[in-house]
């Protein structure tokens, strides 16, 4: 496998997650060290680190019914052991309140840079999500 096709499949690893909500992955895929960061387009707004970030995305994909993503237009530039990857993204599902056991439809449209590092296998680094 090629470093653009190990590195998108570890993207892909991220969101594919949301739909089989299997969330071991999660864990395996992001560097799990204090240099990693991650800001997002849904509250809350600050600078995340690793644990945070992990316990997060889980919050989100369990709350997420029928989810669905396309990736598109990605761009990968290889550095030696640094990846950047731009894209865009659509994020689709349905947010479901299991309190009040109500649900609302939601279409993200958006964008994504990810910075992988290759230690030894690419594991992200730093993610950054943004609403177009």
Do not use: C
Request: negative net charge; hydrophobic residues 40%; glycine residues 4%.
């Amino acid at each position: 496998m090629t470093d653009n096709e190990e590195i998108i499949r570890i993207i892909e690893t991220l969101f594919e997650s949301g739909i089989s909500k299997d969330l071991t992955k999660l864990k395996d895929i992001h560097l799990d060290d204090s240099r990693f960061s991650s800001f997002s387009d849904l509250p809350p707004y600050d600078l995340k680190d690793y644990k945070n970030t992990i316990e997060l995305e889980e919050l989100r994909f369990v709350s997420i019914s029928d989810y669905s993503y396309e990736i598109k237009n990605p761009k990968i530039s290889v550095f030696d052991d640094t990846a950047i990857v731009a894209l865009e993204l659509t994020q689709k599902g349905m947010l479901v309140d299991n309190k009040a056991y109500t649900g609302e439809h939601m279409v993200i449209n958006g964008r994504a840079t990810f910075v992988l590092v290759k230690q030894p296998t690419w594991k992200i680094a730093h993610i950054h999500l943004s609403k177009i």
